[in-house]
């Protein structure tokens, strides 16, 4: 993975490494093993640099109000709805930025790329596997449920 020397890397598996791209600390911040990296935020309107994953990353709306802003990835722009169960598919190396126009909540999901390479042996070809950069305009009703435990967990303490 080539850097470009304005983009800055993130890298979950750092402590409090999202700490210099968010205006909060994580209310949640959880590695699950060497591979899986589990955020909650809560933060107010922002906006982060351009910056680029080491690990792939999901990020999902926790809460059942709109929250829109636009991310830029992999060259384009998308103004995002980001509303309950809406994910973003960030893969590792994409160079990506985006803003939040009202306060939000948003789980972040960080596998290592090797993980998603070792699940898939024997399923598929794993030279062929693929992860597509995706805005945050669609759901998915499994992730959605995982970030829905982490929130209902925050909340409780």
């Not at 709109?66 to 060259?75: I, Y």
């Not at 126009?101 to 042996?121: H, Y």
């Not at 399923?123 to 982490?150: A, C």
């Amino acid at each position: 993975m080539e850097q470009n020397s304005l983009v800055k890397l993130l890298d979950f598996r750092q402590h409090q490494a999202s700490h210099d791209f968010v205006p909060n600390p994580a209310v949640i911040s959880s590695n699950l093993g060497k591979t899986i990296h589990l955020e909650l935020h809560r933060q107010p309107e922002f906006e982060t640099i351009e910056h680029q994953h080491i690990m792939h990353v999901i990020a999902c709306g926790v809460t059942n109000t709109s929250a829109p802003g636009e991310r830029f990835l992999d060259g384009k722009v998308c103004a995002e709805r980001r509303e309950l169960g809406d994910i973003a598919i960030i893969p590792a190396g994409i160079a990506h930025r985006c803003n939040w126009k009202v306060a939000a909540e948003f789980g972040i999901l960080a596998v290592e790329p090797a993980l998603l390479q070792q699940v898939s042996l024997g399923l598929v070809d794993s030279d062929r596997i693929e992860l597509i950069p995706q805005f945050m305009n669609k759901q998915d009703q499994l992730i959605q449920g995982i970030f829905t435990t982490l929130k209902n967990e925050s909340d409780r303490n």
